[in-house]
Structures are given as structure tokens and as C-alpha cells.
């Protein structure tokens, strides 16, 4: 079976760090591209960050640059997303997706797995 599995949301305060997790189960990740996207209340889904398969960003949202970082472990089939000094605004359902790269082409048409998705609120 095919599958991502996101993992590591939670309620935080503002100013506070997560990692989120998307470990790939019934294929390997080497070779695509994994993206972070998430949808906030009301909002539609908006990507946030991918990375290729030789580990290049590209920041779909550059207002997050600086405070999200992405990164892979192809030993350990996982692709993470850390977050620091987060706001209300990063308040959301966070998914990953994999496909094949570019980032710039991760597209609904070309991704082939979506993860369940990781709810992360930011609340003081």
C-alpha cells in the first residue's frame, strides 16, 4: 500500500518550534520531490515549501523563508518540516505530497501520493 504519513502537529504557543514528519510507506522517495502544503480555516490549500530529490528547496511561500526549513533522510524514507518562531497565521492542517520533481511542477495532476494530513494550531 502506497502511503505518506505526516506526524508531529500540535497546539503550540506563538514563538514556538515544531518538526513535522512524512514518512512514506510502499515506495521509495529518492527519486521524487516531496512538498509541504497546508490549509488554514476557510482557506484553500496553499503550498509552502518542497524539496527535490538531490535536496534543493524551493519556497512556494517566501513570507515563510527564513522560519520553515525543509529536509529528507532517504535512509529513513522521510521528509521534515522544521518550524520555528510560529504565529497565529501558521495555524492549519499540514499535508505532504510526493511526486516527480520539479518542485515547480508538483502539481495536482502529478503527485502521486498525499499524506492524511497533521493539524497544527498556534494559540496563546
Known amino acids: 500500500q502506497v502511503q505518506l504519513v505526516e506526524s508531529g502537529g500540535g497546539l503550540v504557543q506563538p514563538g514556538d518550534s515544531l518538526r513535522l514528519s512524512c514518512t512514506a510507506s510502499g515506495f521509495n522517495l529518492d527519486h521524487y520531490a516531496i512538498g509541504w502544503f497546508r490549509q488554514a480555516p476557510g482557506k484553500e490549500r496553499e503550498g509552502v515549501v518542497c524539496?527535490?530529490?538531490?535536496?534543493?528547496?524551493?519556497y512556494y511561500d517566501d513570507s515563510v523563508n527564513g522560519r520553515l526549513t525543509i529536509s529528507r533522510s532517504n535512509a529513513e524514507n522521510t521528509a521534515y518540516l522544521q518550524m520555528n518562531s510560529l504565529n497565529l497565521e501558521d495555524t492549519a492542517v499540514y499535508y505532504c505530497?510526493?511526486?516527480?520533481?520539479?518542485?515547480?511542477?508538483?502539481?495536482?495532476?502529478?503527485?502521486?501520493?498525499w499524506g492524511q494530513g497533521t493539524q497544527v494550531t498556534v494559540s496563546s
Open positions: 524539496i527535490t530529490s538531490t535536496g534543493l528547496p524551493t
Open positions: 505530497a510526493a511526486g516527480p520533481p520539479p518542485c515547480l511542477l508538483l502539481t495536482d495532476d502529478r503527485i502521486r501520493s
